[in-house]
């Protein structure tokens, strides 16, 4: 039996009424890493909380990993690092490729959480006052708690990171958001578990396109990022739900 776990925490697109924005929380041997971080983070880990029936709780997550720049992976991530500032006196370990550190900060961040009120004085203050950065290696591996970590680009609007994420013997294979793309189901396949976007429109994954590939890859592979119109009940491809526990 594998240690390592995926919970599932959203499934969603941006659009979704049904669900939260998609989203991942990692889990081995008590280290627990958040892939994205969708708006409203913290009710997002207690619906799931709820779902699963096991306690999650923003305490225990330190580290997040945002795969690309889109708002519904990363609008929680301002509430989050005010958390773990203000609550926790901590910094969040931010792991990201170096084209999203570039633009995260002076481009999404920075409005909003550069100044800070005193009550007496406004005081400045910089990226590395809330985060510590580890870039991901599009060339290579790094390693974050137990989990080693390569990524390869996808096709997307915005530089976007899909990922192969191995720990306890065991791997799992994330499309992150991308374009139909065969080279990319290479990069993913030797994975045990695959866990793969479907949405609408050119820099997303059509659901016929997935449909259509082998039995034995689509038996390992999970549909997430589905619009709320996807017929989950009759798809060639389970598709995920939230609170739900993987074991790749
Ligand atoms: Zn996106």
Known sequence: ???????????????????????????????????????????????????????????????????????????????????????????VQLVTSPEVRAVIWDERLKASMSTLWDGQRFRALTFDDYFEHQPLDWAGEITVGPFRIRSRRTKHHVPTSALIVEAAGRTLGYSSDTAFDPSLLSFLEPADLIIHETNYGPAHTPYSSLAALPADLRARMRLIHYPDELDTADSAIAALTEGEILRP
């Not at 799931?48 to 096991?54: K, N, S, V, Y």
């Open 1 to 91: 039996m594998s240690d390592f776990e995926v919970v599932v925490l959203g499934v969603g697109d941006t659009f979704s009424e049904r669900n939260h924005s998609t989203a991942l929380l990692l889990r081995c041997d008590g280290f627990q890493l958040a892939i994205d971080c969708p708006d409203s983070y913290r009710s997002v880990l207690r619906a799931a909380t709820l779902r699963a029936g096991q306690p999650l709780s923003l305490a225990g997550v330190d580290h997040v990993l945002i795969t690309h720049v889109h708002g519904d992976h990363m609008n929680g991530l301002e509430g989050v690092a005010f958390y773990k500032h203000f609550v926790e006196g901590k910094r």
